[in-house]
């Protein structure tokens, strides 16, 4: 059956109450490629799994995806390694931040969760032992999986992300200590770098995600991209990991499973009916949009249509 809600008008109605909030927030400057990005960007794009489109403002616009892309990693090493995964990272919400080194020496080096800094970096790991060209292999599946072509990483970014990412070089030489990353620091971090790189708008992600509403399966390109038992558990993660420390206020106020990247955009999936996407590039405290979370509470609140 067709979705009846006109998604159009609540968008423009929730758009316009959001731009009188106040103007909270920053770009994330830790990465300076990304500092320079426009602000005031606002794009929403919802497709529903009977490939209806609603969208607002600069949807069709690309921008760095960050964590959101640690979603499709997570689907490809599944596909890959099937449970076996689990042994490597976990899927427990870690209530930390996403670049937190804490729980991973009590841990002996076994991240939460596959969507903290961390957890994706063994994703990596095991993508780079495992494809024989990680980085095309990797935009090759989600070009193939979700039927659009112009996707591609930014290497300024990666650059950036590569002079500045002391963290991630932390938290990566740690779990090298531990015995958990197979391959050499370098080369994992360079294939996670591309990855937080990938660029693409709403109206990609909305489509690209749309496996996780229609039970692993694309309807709009009909392939496979995973068991609908393994798209439940992606986004079973989601709900519970996807924005890190504040994971249960997502949950609260917006509830639907979804994941935040650090570019200002969020994907959210409402299984069995649409995924949307939204991107504003000012952050809270928490590296989650302000205003796109601001966005999505307003959206499911007004459709009455999240999956609680
Ligand atoms: N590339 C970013 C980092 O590693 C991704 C963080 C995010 O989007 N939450 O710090």
Not at 106 to 111: A, F, L, M, R, S
Not at 168 to 181: E, I, T, V
Request: aromatic content about 10%.
């Amino acid at each position: 059956m067709k979705d009846v809600i006109d998604y159009q008008k609540i968008f423009s109605d929730v758009a316009s109450k959001v731009s009188k909030m106040d103007d909270l927030g920053n770009v994330a400057c830790y990465i300076p490629e990304l500092g320079t990005v426009n602000p005031n960007k606002l794009g929403i794009h919802l497709t529903t799994v009977d490939q209806l489109h609603f969208h607002f403002g600069d949807a069709t616009e690309k921008f760095s995806i960050q964590s959101i892309s640690k979603v499709f990693s997570l689907t490809l090493a599944l596909k890959l390694k099937g449970d076996k995964l689990w042994e490597r990272v976990g899927y427990e919400p870690s209530g930390c931040a996403f670049n937190s080194l804490v729980q991973l020496e009590h841990e002996n080096g076994i991240p939460r969760n596959p969507f903290i800094n961390a957890g994706a970096i063994v994703i990596c790991d095991v993508l780079v032992s495992s494809l024989d060209n990680p980085k095309d292999d990797l935009l090759d599946f989600i070009k193939c999986t979700s039927g659009i072509d112009d996707i591609s990483y930014n290497e300024k970014v990666v650059h950036s992300e590569k002079e500045t990412g002391y963290r991630n070089y932390a938290l990566a030489n740690f779990m090298k200590s531990f015995g958990n990353l197979n391959n050499e620091v370098d080369c994992v971090l360079d294939f996670y770098f591309h990855l937080c790189s990938i660029e693409m708008s709403c109206k990609d992600l909305a489509q690209a995600f749309l496996y996780l509403a229609d039970a692993g399966v694309n309807p709009i390109t009909n392939t496979t991209v995973i068991t609908a038992r393994r798209s439940k558990r992606i986004n079973s993660i989601m709900q519970m990991c996807g924005f890190y420390d504040e994971a249960g206020e997502f949950a609260f106020k917006t509830g639907l499973p979804g994941k935040s990247g650090v570019g200002g955009g969020i994907i959210a999936v409402h299984p069995g009916k649409y995924c949307i996407a939204v991107w504003s590039p000012k952050l809270n405290k928490n590296g989650n949009s302000y205003k796109g979370m601001a966005l999505l509470e307003g959206i499911t609140t007004r459709s009455n249509n999240s999956i609680f």
